[in-house]
């Protein structure tokens, strides 16, 4: 069965960096479409950061660029979300999603989703 598990959540200061790890199993078919999500209470879902494995186009939010780096080690199924120079607006439930084709990094574009791991940043 397709399972998405995410792992690297905590409690971290502000200006501190974490690493979120997911790990991808299951799939039929290999996703083309891997994204980290994150959702706080009363907000909508919003899309992190992105990536199209076919080509490795990236996308990330405005407000994590130049913050957050998306990486892929192909060998253990594993992606990753690099988080330096946090601040509290960063606090979430971040998720790691999949869907077999690419076509962008909204939530509805992905039908597999993890248990998501949750980060605050907080001094």
């Known amino acids: 069965q397709a399972q998405l598990v995410e792992s690297g959540g905590g409690l971290v200061q502000p200006g501190g960096s974490l690493k979120l790890s997911c790990v991808v199993s299951?799939?039929?078919?290999?996703?083309?479409?891997i994204g980290w999500f994150r959702q706080t209470p009363g907000k909508e879902r919003e899309g992190v950061s992105c990536?199209?494995?076919?080509?490795?186009?990236?996308y990330y939010a405005d407000s994590v660029k130049g913050r957050f780096t998306f990486s892929r080690d192909n060998a253990k199924n594993t992606v990753y979300l690099q988080m330096n120079s946090l601040n509290p607006e960063d606090t979430a439930v971040y998720y790691c999603?999949?869907?077999?084709?690419?076509?962008?990094?909204?939530?509805?574009?992905?039908?597999?989703w993890g248990q998501g791991t949750r980060v605050t940043v907080s001094s």
């Open positions: 999603a999949a869907d077999l084709w690419y076509s962008g990094c909204h939530s509805w574009e992905y039908e597999y």
């Open positions: 299951g799939f039929t078919l290999d996703p083309t479409a």
């Open positions: 990536i199209s494995t076919s080509d490795g186009s990236t």
